[in-house]
């Protein structure tokens, strides 16, 4: 298994288990360098090489809740291997999220009912569109003749533009629901 090493920390401002939140230049650093994803390990490893406790247990209790997506298994190279469960690498972001809300004195059960109902859905989208991305490059590389290339390549690089755009509006659109949610409850 390969070591995941975190990225160094940048925010000063902690999160609810003493460490620190990871800075959008860390996840944006960590999403470049693993785009396979993390295992459950990895990410935990990751939370204590900040110093920031996440067990196995809450990490699996939170995918059990529908806070965080659940894992893909992806086969392992070589004979009789098996597989792997690999996670995307914005479930930190998810975590950190949860976190911070919780530190806010939300509940679970107001985090899943009402900040985060789109979230997993707008992730899992990412992942998808990736995933699709992902395999029309590997076919242009290994199928389609090299004046096809080109073409092919330059067309796959503007939806994946498109698609980086429409998860950026999603998760905008997103964010102002869950800010009118949390308005809404400290209203109350």
Do not use: C
């Not at 609810?16 to 990410?43: K, M, N, V």
């Not at 939370?47 to 990490?59: K, M, P, Q, V």
């Not at 390549?153 to 800010?179: H, S, T």
Request: aromatic residues 4%; charged residues 25%; proline residues 4%.
């Amino acid at each position: 298994m390969k070591r995941v090493d975190p990225p160094q920390p940048h925010s000063t401002m902690p999160n609810a288990a003493g460490g620190g939140f990871f800075s959008e230049s860390e996840l944006a650093e960590l999403e470049a360098r693993h785009p396979e994803g993390l295992s459950t390990q990895d990410i935990v490893e990751l939370f204590a090489g900040r110093g920031d406790r996440l067990s196995e247990a809450t990490f699996r209790k939170y995918v059990q809740l529908g806070l965080l997506p659940r894992s893909v298994r992806v086969g392992r190279k070589g004979k009789h291997r098996g597989s792997q469960g690999r996670y995307p690498t914005s479930v930190i972001r998810q975590i950190d999220a949860v976190r911070a809300l919780m530190a806010q004195g939300f509940t679970i059960q107001a985090i899943q009912g009402e900040l985060f109902r789109l979230r997993s859905d707008i992730d899992a989208l990412g992942q998808q569109l990736g995933q699709v991305l992902s395999t029309m490059e590997s076919a242009v590389r290994d199928q389609a003749p090299r004046a096809a290339d080109d073409i092919a390549a330059r067309a796959i690089a503007d939806a994946r533009q498109v698609a980086d755009g429409l998860l950026e509006k999603l998760r905008a659109i997103e964010q102002r629901l869950a800010m009118r949610a949390r308005m809404a409850r400290a209203a109350v």
